[in-house]
């Protein structure tokens, strides 16, 4: 699904909940960020990340344009979040509940 270099640097965090496969591309200062993953935790859900701003800057540029290239969406804005082939830009839990709910269908 992820190119190598991004299955390389994605942090993973054990949830009970691994139906779906959920990455979400962050920045470690970032309040909806640190929000997002705190509503992944409280769901049980695993998942990974990437901290885009932590990461070196060649590689940011890489990570950047594969999700232009691959989701297109309007604009990148953190969290980036992607559950199988769907994706939010930004943080929108009921969203997300949508995403949890389609569990596997």
Excluded: H
């Excluded at 769901?43 to 901290?51: E, L, M, P, Q, S």
């Excluded at 559950?83 to 943080?91: A, E, L, P």
């Amino acid at each position: 699904m992820f190119p190598e270099f991004i299955e390389s640097i994605a942090q993973e965090v054990n949830g009970e909940n691994n139906n779906q496969k959920w990455t979400i591309f962050t920045l470690s200062t970032c309040s909806w960020c640190k929000r997002c993953k705190t509503w992944l935790n409280e769901k049980g859900i695993k998942y990974r990340y990437v901290d885009v701003d932590k990461i070196d800057p060649s590689e940011k540029s890489k990570v950047l344009t594969f999700l232009r290239e691959e989701y297109k969406p309007e604009r990148i804005s953190y969290p980036f979040v992607v559950c199988d082939d769907k994706f939010v830009v930004g943080y929108n839990p009921s969203r997300y509940e949508e995403l949890v709910n389609l569990g596997g269908k």
